[in-house]
């Protein structure tokens, strides 16, 4: 059943290839979708479409519905288009004509604007806590593995020694990077849609303000016609800040892949977190983390996605936005796996150490040298020409040791800093703010 149909109902085809896998969707949005409404009805007694024992009612039962779907025990029945339908269709079950008044004043449009808002903001902020553990490891692994060091290279050549302080660092700064980007999605996504209808307003008098303040929105989206140009745009700014935390996970599982071949040999994890060969017993594969840069790698596209399937559409509401769902719903799990299992990995990782006393590291050092006799009164270039002729010569064999005490290098790692730009980051979240108000729309204290 459909709450637009009239007397005649589409072709089994046509309904077939609208609804997609529209109503499998549906299923994350269920409880996103009961709160939007429990908001609603308040809103729509305070300007009198309700009386107070009829939102009383409403209440009661959305409270029921909401529980139902978090104790997995809703169901979504095969001749009910969608979720909102569905809801709407039980509490006029449950309550008779009552049920159908919860509908007044806002379109599926804006009905599933909200409800996208709030699932959003709800993984956001749980990609958020999955990001904070491995940050703090990445953290403590660079104090603990400061001065150990590693070749750094460029162009894939060796450069300059480089250390696993630096090197679990820059991993950690780059999160803290990603989180800011994620934090401006979040501000993006935590403003109320609700009240914009088909996307034209409507003439009953809401007040929009009151149900931004019973979600925990920062903000409306003001203009009722750009409430609706949102769709797309913030699945789009989403996506990108997904895409820039896989990034970080996808190059570093690139460097711990490499780091743990033989060849290199800098790294290594327990056997129970690599796996085997069917016909080669030696192998230890990093399996782990070839999915997550794999799984990093399809998140990274999305934004592209997303920008492909909403380039150019005119203003107002297009079917076209149903497949964003498909796109961006599942990705989120995706990530939170990949944050999980990257701390699990590298919660076990063994860093070799002397790995420089190699002789193959020997060249790493040219430029300690160099500076060493600019420091001494030597014009650089002729210091450089100088360790040049002694490499080409093969009497070239300066100390093997480094001195860097500037901010950020292997002596002064700056992680302080670093830890203090997460926190301070993490603190632009109101996670506690919207806390209380859901709680206060499910009646728990």
Request: proline share 3%; aromatic share 8%.
């Amino acid at each position: 059943m459909k709450l637009w149909q009239k007397d005649k109902a589409s072709l089994k085809e046509v309904e077939t290839f609208t609804v997609g896998n529209d109503r499998e969707m549906d299923r994350y949005l269920a409880p996103f979708d009961v709160l939007g409404s429990m908001a609603h009805i308040r809103m729509l007694e305070s300007i009198g479409l309700l009386t107070a024992d009829e939102l009383t009612k409403l209440t009661v039962e959305l409270r029921n519905i909401y529980h139902e779907i978090t104790s997995g025990s809703f169901k979504l029945d095969d001749d009910v288009e969608d979720i909102h339908s569905q809801i709407e269709l039980m509490l006029t079950k449950r309550l008779g004509d009552i049920g159908k008044k919860i509908h007044s004043g806002r379109s599926r449009n804006d009905q599933v604007l909200v409800d996208l808002r709030l699932f959003f903001r709800h993984e956001i902020r749980r990609v958020t806590e999955a990001m904070q553990p491995l940050f703090t490891l990445l953290l403590e692994l660079s104090e603990k593995h400061q001065g150990h060091l590693l070749p750094g290279y460029t162009h894939f050549q060796l450069a300059m020694p480089s250390s696993f302080g630096l090197w679990f660092g820059a991993y950690a700064e780059s999160l803290a990077d990603d989180l800011n980007i994620l934090s401006s999605a979040y501000r993006m996504v935590n403003r109320n849609p609700l009240g914009s209808g088909a996307g034209f307003g409507s003439s009953f008098p809401l007040n929009r303000t009151m149900t931004t303040e019973l979600l925990g929105f920062e903000a409306l989206n003001y203009n009722v016609v750009y409430a609706q140009m949102t769709r797309g745009k913030v699945e789009k700014t989403v996506a990108f800040a997904l895409a820039g935390i896989a990034a970080t996970l996808s190059k570093l599982a690139m460097d711990a892949c490499l780091f743990m071949n033989q060849n290199f040999a800098f790294i290594s994890f327990p056997d129970e977190l690599t796996t085997g060969s069917s016909i080669m017993p030696h192998k230890k594969n990093p399996d782990v983390l070839e999915l997550i840069r794999a799984r990093c790698n399809q998140i990274a596209s999305i934004p592209n996605s997303v920008a492909m399937m909403t380039t150019n559409l005119p203003s107002g509401y297009h079917r076209d936005m149903q497949l964003l769902k498909e796109m961006l719903f599942p990705a989120f799990e995706n990530l939170i796996d990949c944050l999980r299992m990257m701390t699990l990995m590298l919660s076990n990782i063994k860093v070799r150490e002397n790995i420089l006393d190699d002789d193959q590291y020997r060249y790493l050092f040219s430029v300690e040298e160099v500076n060493k006799r600019v420091l001494a009164g030597v014009p650089f270039r002729d210091a450089y020409r100088e360790v040049g002729r002694e490499i080409e010569a093969g009497t070239y064999n300066p100390p093997r040791m480094v001195s860097h005490t500037h901010e950020g290098s292997i002596g002064n790692l700056c992680n302080d800093r670093i830890q203090v730009y997460f926190e301070e980051t993490l603190r632009d979240f109101d996670f506690h703010r919207v806390d209380e108000c859901i709680a206060n729309l499910l009646g728990v204290s």
